[in-house]
């Protein structure tokens, strides 16, 4: 008779047990599909400045300053504005490739300037479309 008590008890303990295991599986989904979801939302539009290479002669009225760039972010990123020396660059901008950056892509921007003399400082910034600003670097014109 003792047997068959036990028995029963057994029945309780391994529901418990089930519906437990089962919630805790549920609970493991719900989590894995909102942490998905939400970094779907949370991407970083993030452009990095790697080289800035000045071509031409010191003082000639038109040279051109390259920019590289790389999209460090998890997100696509497009410029939509660039300053040199907090002046709009935007419309000396020769177009040679697209301002819009897939993450993990590369590129160059290539500027036609008004001449760059040796040894000084030229900072460049770049903007999004929300006048954001995406990217920056500083670096001294070459001797």
Same mark, same amino acid.
């Given at each position: 008779m003792k047997?068959?008590?036990?028995?029963?008890?057994?029945s309780p303990v391994v529901a418990s047990i089930i519906l437990i295991a089962v919630t805790v599986a549920v609970s493991i989904a719900v989590a894995a599909w909102m942490g998905a979801?939400?970094?779907?939302?949370? !991407? %970083?539009?993030?452009? &990095? $400045?790697?080289?800035?290479?000045?071509? +031409?002669?010191?003082?000639?009225?038109?040279?051109?300053?390259?920019?590289?760039?790389?999209?460090? !972010? %998890?997100?696509?990123? &497009? $410029?939509?504005?660039?300053?040199?020396? +907090?002046?709009?660059?935007?419309?000396?901008?020769n177009v040679t490739s697209t301002l819009t950056y897939a993450p993990a892509a590369t590129g160059n921007l290539t500027i036609t300037t008004a001449g760059w003399s040796s040894g000084n400082p030229y900072e460049v910034k770049l903007f999004d479309s929300s006048n954001n600003p995406i990217g920056a670097s500083q670096e001294n014109a070459p001797s």
């Amino acid at each position: 008779m003792k047997i068959l008590r036990s028995k029963k008890a057994l029945s309780p303990v391994v529901a418990s047990i089930i519906l437990i295991a089962v919630t805790v599986a549920v609970s493991i989904a719900v989590a894995a599909w909102m942490g998905a979801l939400t970094i779907g939302f949370m !991407g %970083t539009s993030s452009l &990095t $400045i790697t080289d800035l290479s000045f071509q +031409g002669t010191s003082g000639q009225a038109s040279n051109t300053i390259v920019i590289y760039v790389r999209n460090s !972010g %998890t997100k696509q990123v &497009t $410029i939509a504005k660039i300053h040199l020396n +907090g002046a709009d660059v935007t419309s000396k901008l020769n177009v040679t490739s697209t301002l819009t950056y897939a993450p993990a892509a590369t590129g160059n921007l290539t500027i036609t300037t008004a001449g760059w003399s040796s040894g000084n400082p030229y900072e460049v910034k770049l903007f999004d479309s929300s006048n954001n600003p995406i990217g920056a670097s500083q670096e001294n014109a070459p001797s």
